[in-house]
Every structure is written in C-alpha cells, then in structure tokens.
C-alpha cells in the first residue's frame, strides 16, 4: 500500500469520525440543554462507547467522552419508572409537553446545524458542475450538430450559461421547441449550432416518469465550479436548500410506503456514507455532507419508528390520551423491540449498501474461482496418483 493511499484512508477516516462526532454531539446537545431548560436533572453526557478516554464530574452531571466516536447519550434523572422516585428534577415528574420539547430538541438542534452548514457552503463557494461536456449520447442533437467532447456550452437560445444547474434550467424553459440556438466554446473560439430537441420520457430520483426535452450531452463530472456568493444571498440559499432537501425527502418516504421507490435504492447505511467520506477533497465537500447527513439524522430520527426521537413522542401521544404513565412492562416490551429494530435496520442498509458496490457478485466469483482452483488441485493430485 502506497502512502498516497495510507493518507488517503487516514484522511478519510478522519473526516468520518469527525462528522459523525458532531452529528452526535450536537444532537445529544439539544436533549441536554432542552433537559436543563426544563428543570430536569441530567445524570450522564456521553460521547462515543468503548473505553473511556474523558470523564468529568460537575454539579449533578457527568459528562463522558469515549474512544469510539459513533454514539452517545443522556441520562436523564427519572427517565423510567424502575428509577423513578417522584422529586422534582426528574424525567417523569414532568408533564407531557416538557418532556416533549425534552425529546423533540435533539432532531432541532440537528436541523438548525444542517441549515448553518448549508449557508456556509454556499458562502465558501457551492461546488457546481460546469458546462463542459463530457459525453454525448448516439442519434441525439448534440452529435448530429456537430457538438463534441470537450466543448464548454457558453449560451443556450442567446442566455449565458456557466453552470450545468443552469444550462439544465434554460433547456427545460424551451421545452416545447423543436430546436434551440447552442454556443460552445472549443479552443478559444466560440462556435455556434442550431441543435435538435429529442422528447422522451425519463424518470426522476422518485421513479416518477416525464417528458423532456434533452439535446444529448452529459457533463464533465471531473470539473467542479465552486460559485461563492454574498452573505445574506448564502442565508436565503443555505434555508432554500434545507427546505428543498427537506420535501425531497419526505416525498421519497410517500414513494416508499406507496412503493413506487424501492427501499434498497434510496436507504443509504454506514458503508455507504462511509465511500462518501473517500470523495472529501475540501473543507467546503466536509461541509455539504456533514450538513446532508445532519438534515438526514433530524428528518429519521422523527420518525414513529422503535428506538428513535419520533417513536418516544408517540408514546407521549398515548401517554396524554391515556392520561397515565405506560406500565413498566410495557416500557420493556418497547425497549426490546426497540433494540430488535435497530438491529434489523443496521443489518439491512449495511446489505443494501454491499449491494450497491457488487460485494457479493464479488465474494460469489471469489468462492466460484477458489472452488475451480480446488477442483483442478484434487484432478491433478487424482493423475499423479494414476502415473505412480
């Protein structure tokens, strides 16, 4: 192994750890401070598992770091009917809508990061991709004009376009003609064509199908435009974005529960964040993703599904209808099946995610090969055999 690889995977793991280590640090963050707000007592923050590398006690509070930086909690005084005592400062001995906001701060605290994160990137410079083109496709407009490899597209139908967001934006505005006018650049010389429009039906990151007009190129994905822009235009991008994201991604639930979207297509687990991390080239890379997969983390952890932020909010719904605490056995009962879930959650996205990068079409040539190598190692020991 090279030592451009070796500082590539340290890199990598770094830039890994580090984000995971924020996500949760700000996330248990806002149960803690929520808790204190509320008047409850907090007993543990703790940072990370295995073996402990920070331990400090202060007031009522020990707070905790860890070796491994991929999780964390807070122990709230009372936060369960075993350890319930009835005083003041405890988890229980709140009403339901303190706890509530108790709960409901950790996914916010996580949100509010996205939407700080976001707005620093588009003021450090949003990485785009530009006009370049990178390929063309057979029988298309583009090719048939006379458009090559290499050309960067300067102006669609006389608008200027420097980015690839932008040039997409101008072609769907003409949507509905049979051509449009192209400028391209190709060495330093700006050359124009009268480029067809092909309509044909595709499908979106939700499968949703529809017609479009297209010329038949792709970009350069090897060129990146970072577009720096003013303070203020950074907030309204960086709270455009989150929003955006945000409905994107409660959409693609709507198409999983209406199964229009496959689950193995749009759950992304630990491997496959973790490839995510190996394309980090800038702290501005650092920034987006960090912000992508706290927007993520706030958005599931809401959800009414076992172990997570929005299933204990659910379980205060019921609390509040019922007007009582859930019984001991019941805690129990969701507790297991609370752990069984994760279990099974972590199992399938990790599979989905080996999926994805062909690990077991890899592992099964793997063992067809070792098998083969076998079986010609026992025919050749058969012959050797039948020569003696």
Same mark, same amino acid.
């Given at each position: 192994?090279?030592?451009?690889?070796?500082?590539?995977?340290?890199?990598?793991?770094?830039?890994?750890?580090?984000?995971?280590?924020?996500?949760?640090?700000v996330?248990?963050?806002?149960?803690?401070?929520?808790?204190?707000?509320?008047?409850?007592?907090v007993?543990?923050?703790?940072?990370?598992?295995?073996?402990?590398?920070?331990v400090?006690?202060?007031?009522?509070t020990e707070?905790?770091?860890?070796?491994?930086?991929l /999780?964390?909690y807070?122990?709230?005084?009372?936060?369960?009917?075993?350890?319930?005592?009835?005083?003041?400062?405890?988890?229980?001995?709140?009403p339901?809508?303190?706890?509530?906001?108790?709960?409901?701060?950790?996914?916010?605290?996580?949100?509010?990061?996205?939407?700080?994160?976001?707005?620093?990137?588009?003021?450090?410079?949003?990485?785009?991709?530009g006009?370049?083109?990178?390929?063309?496709?057979?029988?298309?407009?583009?090719?048939?004009?006379?458009?090559?490899?290499?050309?960067?597209?300067?102006?669609?139908?006389?608008?200027?376009?420097?980015?690839?967001?932008?040039?997409?934006?101008?072609l769907? *505005?003409?949507?509905?003609?049979?051509?449009?006018?192209?400028?391209?650049?190709?060495?330093?010389k700006? &050359?124009?064509?009268?480029?067809?429009?092909?309509?044909?039906?595709?499908?979106?990151?939700?499968?949703?199908k529809?017609?479009?007009?297209a010329? /038949?190129?792709?970009p350069?994905?090897?060129?990146?435009?970072?577009?720096?822009?003013?303070?203020?235009?950074?907030?309204?991008l960086?709270f455009?974005?989150?929003?955006?994201?945000?409905?994107?991604?409660?959409?693609?639930?709507?198409s999983?529960?209406?199964?229009? &979207?496959?689950?193995?297509?749009?759950? *992304?687990?630990?491997?496959?964040?973790?490839d995510?991390?190996?394309?980090?080239?800038t702290?501005?890379?650092?920034?987006?993703?960090?912000?992508?997969?706290?927007?993520? &983390?706030?958005?599931?952890?809401?959800?009414?599904?076992?172990? &997570?932020?929005g299933?204990?909010?659910?379980?205060?719904?019921?609390?509040k209808?019922?007007?009582?605490?859930?019984?001991?056995? *019941?805690?129990?009962?969701? /507790?297991?099946?609370?752990?069984?879930?994760?279990?099974?959650?972590?199992?399938?996205?990790?599979?989905?995610?080996?999926?994805?990068? /062909?690990?077991?079409e890899?592992?099964?040539?793997l063992?067809?090969?070792?098998?083969?190598?076998?079986?010609?190692y026992?025919?050749?020991?058969?012959?050797?055999?039948?020569?003696?």
């Open positions: 192994m090279t030592k451009e690889i070796l500082v590539k995977y340290a890199l990598q793991i770094m830039n890994f750890g580090l984000a995971i280590f924020v996500l949760i640090l996330h248990e963050f806002g149960h803690f401070i929520a808790a204190i707000k509320q008047g409850v007592r007993e543990i923050f703790s940072l990370g598992f295995g073996r402990r590398l920070f400090r006690k202060k007031k009522d707070y905790v770091i860890s070796a491994i930086p /999780g964390g807070v122990k709230l005084a009372g936060d369960n009917l075993e350890e319930y005592k009835g005083l003041p400062d405890e988890y229980l001995s709140k339901v809508g303190k706890r509530f906001n108790i709960i409901f701060f950790g996914p916010v605290m996580n949100y509010l990061l996205a939407i700080l994160l976001f707005c620093a990137v588009f003021f450090l410079g949003y990485p785009y991709l006009t370049k083109v990178g390929s063309l496709r057979e029988g298309m407009g583009a090719m048939q004009a006379g458009i090559k490899v290499g050309d960067r597209i300067v102006s669609v139908e006389g608008k200027r376009v420097k980015l690839w967001d932008e040039l997409a934006a101008t769907r *505005a003409n949507n509905q003609k049979e051509s449009v006018s192209v400028a391209v650049l190709r060495d330093d700006e &050359l124009a064509f009268q480029v067809s429009l092909m309509q044909y039906t595709v499908e979106d990151v939700l499968k949703q529809k017609r479009i007009g010329i /038949g190129i792709s350069d994905y090897n060129e990146v435009i970072r577009q720096r822009y003013g303070f203020f235009e950074s907030i309204k960086g455009r974005k989150t929003f955006e994201l945000t409905s994107l991604t409660y959409r693609a639930f709507g999983i529960i209406a199964r229009r &979207l496959p689950l193995r297509e749009s759950a *992304a687990g630990p491997v496959a964040i973790w995510l991390f190996g394309n980090v080239k702290i501005t890379d650092f920034l987006l993703l960090t912000a992508i997969l706290s927007l993520s &983390l706030a958005i599931f952890n809401l959800l009414p599904l076992p172990a &997570l932020d299933f204990h909010i659910f379980l205060l719904g019921i609390e209808i019922r007007g009582k605490y859930l019984s001991k056995k *019941a805690e129990e009962v969701f /507790g297991q099946v609370g752990m069984s879930f994760l279990i099974l959650l972590a199992v399938l996205v990790t599979y989905n995610d080996l999926a994805r990068k /062909g690990a077991f890899k592992l099964e040539k063992f067809n090969n070792t098998a083969s190598d076998a079986k010609k026992d025919l050749n020991q058969t012959n050797d055999k039948t020569q003696d």
